[in-house]
C-alpha cells in the first residue's frame, strides 16, 4: 500500500477525477472548519471548486474526517459540506464521515475512527491486514557542512530573504514585517496583563475592514529551544535540510529548508502543544527503558488503558514535548525525526481592535497574556502572548516587528448605518467592538444616519481590568455609544455577567431585534458566554414575543442566516 500526504492548497483539485483511473486508489479528507463554517485558508480554493463545479467524481472513493469544536454554531461545517458534496458529484464514500471534536478529545475521536477504518479498508479493497506497525520515515537528513548562509531559511515562511525585501502583495506565505508601535498595559491592576499593540502598515498596500482578523507568525520562547538543544545534545546551528523520499511528492520539505535547527525550532515547529499520540508512538523506539516504550505505544492505542494514560499524563498534566522528554529520561530521539514529526508552527488570529476608517496605516490589537502553572509544577506560557507581550518599543527608535497578513471575516457592521447594532463583548472580546465604534463615530462625522449603537462589555473590577474605559465614557459622551453597559462580575456578592445585563434591558433590546432590525454581534469566550447570551436571547424572544423554546430557537436561527445575528468566539 503506498500513501500520500497532499495539501489541497498545493494540488489542482480539478483532477481529482482521474483518480478514479487508478486501481485501489482512495482520497481521505481530512477537513477543519474555521470562523462561521468556514474552510481553512489552505482548504480555500478547493472549497470554492468544489462549490462551483459540475464535474463528475465518478469512480473516486473516499473518506473524510472531519476536526472540528462543539461549542461553536457551525460544528465541523466543512466536513460535512465536502463529505456531501463529493457523493453528489458522483465519488462513492466508501467509509463514514468521522467527527473529531477538539471540545472533548479530538486525538481520541481520530483513534476510534482509525482503528474501525483500517478492518473496513482491508475488506473494500480485499487486502489482508500485516497486523504489523511499521514505522517509515517521510524525511531523510542531508547535513550541510559547507554552504551559502545566503541560501539558509532563517524564519521566511515562502520566498528566501522575503523578510528582507519585502514584496506585495502580503498573505500567509508572504506576511508584512509591521513594525509595533505602541504596546501598552491596559489593566490598571491585579495579576493579569491585558494589553494593547498598535504596529504600521503604512506603504504595504494591506487594506482591512473593522471585524477582519489579524494573523501573526509568533516564535517559541528561546530557553526552550536553547533546553531541547541542551537534552538531545545535538548543535542547533547546524544547517540541515530535511528532504522528502518520495521524489514525486509536491511537498520537498516538511518545513523551509535549509535551515538550521534553532531556526525550525523557534519559527516552523509547535514545541508547546502537548504531543499527539502518533509522535509518542513514533518517538518510542528510542526509548532505552521497555517500560516507557510500552507506556508511549500504549498511550497511542485505542485501548481504554491508553486512552486514559494520554489523557492523564499528557493532556491534563499539560507536557509539551521537551516536558515529556525531561520526565522520560531514557526517551533521546534524533532531533531530524523529532522535527520531522512535530506539527507546524500556526499563525494566531486577534479580531482587529480598530477601523481602516480612522486608522487606515495601523492595526490595533488586544490581547490576554496566557500564563499558567500545570500539575507538574511547569509554568507554561502562551507562545503568541507571550511573544507579543516582549515586543517593546524601544526609545532607541529600534522597532520590534510583528510577521502579519489580514483574513477577511464576516462580522460585518450592517450596509445601512442606521441599522441599530447591538454589540456583546467581555475581556478581549471587546476588540472588535473597538472598531465598530471608531467607525460609527466616523460615519457620524461624516453626516450620515446612525442607528442605536449599543455596547454591552463585562469584566471582572472596574477599577481593574475595565478595558478602554476613558474611550468607550468618551464614546457614551459624545453620542457615538447610543448606552454603554458594563457588568463587573466580583465588585459585589452576586455575579453579574453579560446576559444578566440583556435581561435587564429585554424591553428595548426586543424593540431594536423586532421592530428596528438590529444586528447582534458577539465576541468572546465561545464555552460559556456565548451560550448563556443566546440563550438570554431565546428567554427574551419567548417572553416578549410570546414563543415557544423551539420558535424563539427558529427566530435567532433566521437572524443567523440573515446575517443579523454574528458571532467571533474561540474557546
Known sequence: MKGMAADPEEYDMSELSRLAEMDNSLAIFCMATYGEGDPTDNAQDFYDWLQETDGKLDGVNYTVFALGNKTYEHYNAMGVYVDKRLEELGAKRVFDLGMGDDDGNLEEDFVTWREQFWPAMCEHFGVEASGEDSSIRQYELKEHNDINMNKVYTGELGRLKSFETQKPPFDAKNPFLAPVTVNRKLNKAGDRHLMHLEVDITGSKIRYESGDHVAVYPTNDTAIVNKLGQILGVDLDLVISLNNLDEESNKKHPFPCPTTYRTALTHYLDIIHPPRTNVLYELAQYATDPKDQENMRKMASSAPEGKALYQSFV?????????????????????????????RLQARYYSIASSSKVHPNSIHICAVLVEYTTKTGRLTKGVATTWLKNKLVADNGHKSTVPMYIRKSQFRLPFKASNPVIMVGPGTGIAPFMGFIQERGWLKEQGKEVGETVLYFGCRHKNEDYLYQEELEEAEKTGVITKLNVAFSRDQDQKVYVQHLLRTNK?????????????????????????DVQTAFYEIAEELGGMTRTQATDYIKKLMTKGRYSLDVWS
Open 507 to 531: 424591553e428595548d433590546l426586543w424593540r431594536q431585534i423586532h421592530t428596528d432590525n438590529a444586528h447582534i454581534y458577539i465576541c468572546g469566550d465561545a464555552r460559556n458566554m456565548a451560550r
Open 315 to 343: 493532556l491534563e498534566d499539560n507536557r509539551n514535548i521537551l516536558a515529556i522528554l525531561e520526565d522520560l529520561p531514557s526517551l533521546r530521539p534524533p532531533i531530524d525525526h523529532l522535527c520531522e514529526l512535530m506539527p
